[in-house]
């Protein structure tokens, strides 16, 4: 573990072979960055105006400072997270700024803004139900009739997540070529509702992140639970996007950067669920020690 102050220095299978596996110290706001999802954007880019970043443990949990001003959020709350990883993964985004900080690459502090300020005051059950509410258009739930070559390709990519799905969580999914999308049966809803209400609040936040980054509960559960990796999960999420790219071609630039962008945030989500999960699970087993 880190010390209670740290200091940072200034169409077939062959499309998925890979193993498994704000601103807040002053000023006020600049330009906005593109909407994501349900992300908490604050301003986009200001001139970096800090020469270091520590972490320090305070009553609340663990603090963030620039120099020697403590981060706090866009509603000027003071920025405390629950887990010294957590904060230190916060610390190396703003460490890692160069002359101008870029908000809009900063996943988790945003995630953590969301959290501390909670700007639509959603309770638990509501953000359990933004997130339980994608089974009923899951990506990998939904299913075209032609070209026969797509339909094999979701067929052999997407059924088996499926079903690695049914027997983790012991429910029926199944999947549908209908307009309505599928018919997620009650009980298997119930299941996945208790599932997700097993997760923090702060959990929760990065969970129906990522769920609405991959449009998908399934991909979620696979990711979380460590039986995808990001990039299987995104590329799922995308699959028919590759396959008409492979048939049609790329757009210069443009899709990679939509791939990147969508792993970024990904990778941030799923980390941050974790980080969120971890010192809540480690407190359990000292207490139980």
């Known amino acids: 573990m880190w010390r209670s102050c740290l200091r940072l220095r200034g169409g077939g299978r062959h499309l998925l072979n890979s193993p498994r596996g704000g601103l807040t110290a002053s000023e006020g706001p600049g330009p906005k960055p593109p909407a994501h999802a349900r992300a ?14 520590s972490v320090t443990e305070g009553e609340g949990g663990f603090e963030i400072n620039l120099d020697h001003r403590k981060l706090r959020t866009p509603q000027a709350k003071l920025f405390t997270v629950p887990s010294e990883a957590l904060a230190v993964a916060v610390a190396t985004e703003w460490d890692s700024q160069q002359d101008t900080i870029k908000t809009y690459t900063m996943h988790l502090t945003t995630l953590c803004n969301t959290s501390l300020d909670n700007p639509t005051q959603r309770d638990k059950d509501q953000l359990i139900w933004a997130a339980a509410k994608f089974l009923d258009t899951d990506t990998v739930c939904c299913r075209v009739e032609e070209p026969e070559t797509l339909v094999e390709l979701q067929r052999n990519e997407w ?3 499926i079903g690695w799905a049914e027997r983790r969580y012991g429910v029926k999914i199944g999947s549908s ?13 119930e299941v996945l509702v208790s599932h997700l209400a097993s997760y923090n609040m702060w959990a929760l936040q990065g969970i129906e992140f990522v769920v609405s980054q991959l449009k ?30 492979q048939k049609w071609g790329n757009v210069e630039w443009a899709h990679d950067y939509e791939l990147q962008d969508l792993q970024a945030r990904t990778a941030a989500g799923a980390l941050f669920v974790h980080l969120c999960s971890e010192s809540l699970a480690v407190k359990h087993k000292l207490l139980q020690g």
């Open 159 to 161: 059924d088996p997540v």
């Open 177 to 189: 070529t209908s307009i309505m999308g599928p018919s997620i049966p009650a009980q298997t809803r």
């Open 216 to 245: 998908s509960m399934v991909l979620t559960l696979g990711l979380i639970d460590l039986h995808l990796t990001v990039e299987q999960a995104v590329l799922l999420s995308r699959l028919e996007e590759a396959f008409q790219i």
């Open 40 to 53: 908490y954007a604050p301003p986009a880019e200001r001139k970096r105006f800090y020469q270091n970043v």
